[in-house]
């Protein structure tokens, strides 16, 4: 996994920036009733969403959460007073705090199931009778876009998923949490090139590939082989999906 304090500085920038953000930022907001009350923002990261769910809903108290303490510092310059740093696991807030809360690509971040089933059942629990909770899920098949890139990377070895839809809605439904609502968002900025995938495989963006491993080499040289080096190919489609806490 990256370490999300030395990426913090550059991490906007290599995902796609501001337009990426406001995507998201417009996927999200269509699936949170538009009336006054507290959002949270758990793995809220440099905070370029949280803004701009901020500014969209000025009658929502908007609060962020990051465990990284880098990702944390820049959220906190976007929004001040209204960042903290906390483990999606862990939430440091009373039971039904919170009228909506959101977990954009987190989920597939987490090691295994149980860590994804821990941090839904936080953001349940913090969630009052009546409230939604919204986060992306299947973010790695989401990079597939069937180009001559995903061609040659098809047999790398990758880690098993732990946001697809159906697992995401089956932890969900364990918290008692019902799907109310889905949506899509193009990942801007975010379609990769041929040069561009080679400096990511050199840097360990792929998790199972590190730089020294021989199949690095191997897919380097395939995708060097490529035509269009510098041409971005599609850019990805993000998926979300909300579930409601039933009224109590």
């Known amino acids: 996994m990256l370490d999300y304090d030395e990426e913090a500085d550059g991490y906007d920038l290599s995902r796609g920036g501001e337009a990426r953000a406001e995507a998201a930022a417009r996927a999200v907001l269509g699936l949170i009733p ?3 009350g507290r959002l949270l923002d758990a793995a809220c990261g440099t905070g370029i969403v949280t803004r701009r769910l901020a500014a969209a809903r000025p009658a929502l108290r908007v609060t962020g959460a990051d465990l990284a303490v880098g990702m944390a510092r820049r959220a906190a310059a976007r929004l001040p007073g209204a960042i903290l740093r906390a483990d999606g696991r862990r939430l440091p807030f009373a039971d039904a705090t ?3 809360v959101t ?3 987190l989920l597939h971040l987490l090691s295994d199931a149980a860590e994804v089933r821990a941090v839904i059942a936080e953001c349940a629990r913090v969630l009052r009778p009546g409230g939604v909770y919204v986060t992306t899920v299947d973010k790695a098949a989401a990079h597939d876009v ?3 890139i995903d061609a040659v990377l098809a047999p790398r070895p990758r880690r098993p998923a732990q946001d697809t839809a159906d697992d995401v809605t089956a932890h969900a439904a364990r918290q008692g949490l019902t799907p109310c ?3 899509t968002f193009p990942g801007v900025g975010q379609g990769r090139s041929p040069r561009v995938t080679i400096a990511d495989l050199g840097r360990g963006w792929f998790t199972l590939l590190q730089p020294g491993d021989p199949r690095t080499g191997e897919f380097t040289e395939g995708l060097a082989r490529l035509p269009d ?4 190919r599609p850019d990805p489609v993000f998926r979300v999906r909300a579930f409601r806490k039933p009224d109590a």
């Open 103 to 105: 977990s954009i690509w």
């Open 98 to 100: 919170f009228d909506a």
């Open 229 to 232: 080096q510098d041409r971005r």
């Open 34 to 36: 538009d009336r006054p």
């Open 181 to 183: 609502g889905q949506a």
């Open 146 to 148: 069937g180009s001559d």
